[in-house]
């Protein structure tokens, strides 16, 4: 009888089964191989930091995890056409925070990285997470190979141009497991950033040219606030600025208010005087600077956030050119609740601009995209309810799609959402025609099978 219990991160999602961790290839083959018998089941889990049920398996079922494998592989420079591309390969479970200090210390920089450091480099693949830029996708969209360890443990590679390639990318763990992952990374560059408040109006109004405008475009809205927090970047040929010690205090500064804010006010706040967070949201605005500019090196641009907290978060993909409608229905709703006395959202609403992407069941699959979040802290009471809301209205807009890895509630029709699905489901099937790597909620709410 299986006696491990496994749980996510935010601990919505646990169950009782066999949990392993390989420590090499040969060992992950021979995990893989022996627990895909008969019709049990098998998970790959990173750092299990989605909120969807992606991993839990019956009791019988196996997860296997690969916190043990996180080593780098290699880094080579090809010439393609008179042009040098550059690749890096690492071990699945190698986490984002260590990819990037890698490619930075060779003057190297990833592309549509997450925000967030801490996932896997297998788990910000398999759901098609994401940083921002219009001329990239997602992270997947930077892959050149991987290496997929199928369920009889054999090793196959899917390399950028093979027929399977576009349903690897991105496939919420249901081929085989990762054991290892090639990536195109590019050399670092300066990242001009401009970062003001703009009135909500306003903004809306000059959507289609703001979107058009810039290389990579990032915002936020605090419940209650009047303006967007943007922050606008492009590529830049100028030296990044000097990083002087008041710089670095100031910075340490606001991590530290962040982190103790984040972890500590909101949530008091949230549970014992909801009321108060339109002021908190005021206090944290009014630390902000109206107009700040900068250059920075791409590998710190997107990168600015140093403090996490647990939270709830709901995310989805809209097409960008119907992206004000996105905004406008999250924060009418959240205005509605405002003046009702409720405030179930308590840390943002935060939109990223991501170019289109290649996998065939990526959010961002095929189209220019704004991803659109709303965070808000573990223990806030009524944030259900209000996400189920806020779910109805994103998804009624044509072409939305949810983030795979973030809460979606969303049970049916998963499966129409992508023009490519049934292309998906048939490469799936070949490589797993035991389903071992699908669980129940894979199997019946999103592939619908
Ligand atoms: C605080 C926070 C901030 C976040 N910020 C961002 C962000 O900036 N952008 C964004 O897009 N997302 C963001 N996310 C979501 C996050 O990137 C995804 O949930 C990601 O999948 C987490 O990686 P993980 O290693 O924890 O994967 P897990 O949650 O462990 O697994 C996710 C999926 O990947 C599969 N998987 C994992 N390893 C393998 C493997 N070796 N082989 C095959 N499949 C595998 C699993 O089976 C599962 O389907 C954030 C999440 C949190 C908690």
Redo the contacts with the bound molecule.
Sequence with gaps: MPTTEWS???GNRSCVCDVVRPENLAELQAAVASAATGTRRV??????????P??PVPGDGTI???AK?DRLLGVRTEVLGGVEHHYVKVE??M??SELIEITRSRGLTLRSP???P??????????????VGRKGG??ADSLHSLD?VDATGSLRRVTRGDADFPAAMV?????????AAELEVSPEFNVYVDKRNVPVDRTLAEFDDLIEAYDYLEMFWMPGAETFYLMLMDESGAHADEWSFRRKAEQWFDTTIQSRAANVWVPWIAQHAPGLTPVLTKLAGGTVTEVEKEIVPASDAFHFQKA????W?I?YSIPATHAAEAWSRAIDLVNDYAEAGAYPINYALHG?FVGPGEGWIAPNHDRYSL?IEATTAIGTPGFQGFFDELESRWAGIPGARP????HFGRTTGLDTLYPRMADFLAVRQAWDPGRH?LNPW?EHDVFDL
Excluded: Q
């Excluded at 998970?43 to 969807?52: D, I, K, L, N, Q």
């Excluded at 496939?171 to 054991?179: E, Q």
């Excluded at 983030?403 to 973030?406: A, I, L, Q, T, Y």
């Design positions: 996510n991160w935010t998970r790959p889990a990173g750092t299990g930091y989605s909120w969807t992606l991993i296997v995890e690969t494998l699945a479970g986490k984002m997450t925000l967030f801490w996932p896997s480099i297998a788990g910000a693949l398999s759901t098609g997470s994401h940083g997602c992270f997929i496939a919420l763990g249901s081929l085989g497991m990762i054991y996490y907290s647990k939270n978060d995310a990223r991803y983030h795979w890895g973030k790597f894979l």
